[in-house]
Nanobody, 115 residues
Framework: QVQLVESGGGLVQPGGSLRLSCAAS????????MGWYRQAPGKQRELVAL???????NYSDSAKGRFTISRDNAKNTVYLQMNSLKPEDTAAYYC?????????WGQGTQVTVSS
C-alpha cells in the first residue's frame, strides 16, 4: 500500500509559478509510475504529467512547455513545477502512484490562478 501526501498548492496570479510536492510512504524507486492529475469543477479528472521509475516523462498538451515533473528518490518525493500559470489551470491537483498494478491517490491540493 502507498500513502501519498501532496503540498504546495495555493492562490497565484496569472503568469506566476507554483511547485507541487508529493511525498510517498515508500521508496519511489519501487513505484512503476507517478503522476499528477487535476480535476476542475464539473470536469473529469485528467492527466497532467507522468514520470516512470526509469525517468521517462509524459505531459498533457496543456502542460507541455510550462510544467515539469521530476523526482527525488532520496526524498521519496515527486514534484510538479508549474510556470506561466493560466486561469484555466485552476483545479484540484492529485498525485497518483501505480504500484503493483494498483493506483493510489493523494488527498489533493488546490491550485487557483486568479488576479
Amino acid at each position: 500500500q502507498v500513502q501519498l501526501v501532496e503540498s504546495g498548492g495555493g492562490l497565484v496570479q496569472p503568469g506566476g509559478s507554483l511547485r507541487l510536492s508529493c511525498a510517498a510512504s515508500l521508496s519511489i524507486s519501487r513505484i512503476y509510475a507517478m503522476g499528477w492529475y487535476r480535476q476542475a469543477p464539473g470536469k473529469q479528472r485528467e492527466l497532467v504529467a507522468l514520470i516512470t521509475s526509469y525517468g521517462s516523462t509524459n505531459y498533457s498538451d496543456s502542460a507541455k512547455g510550462r510544467f515539469t515533473i521530476s523526482r527525488d528518490n532520496a526524498k521519496n518525493t515527486v514534484y510538479l513545477q508549474m510556470n506561466s500559470l493560466k486561469p484555466e489551470d485552476t483545479a484540484a491537483y492529485y498525485c497518483n502512484a501505480l504500484y503493483r498494478s494498483l493506483h493510489y491517490w493523494g488527498q489533493g491540493t488546490q491550485v487557483t490562478v486568479s488576479s
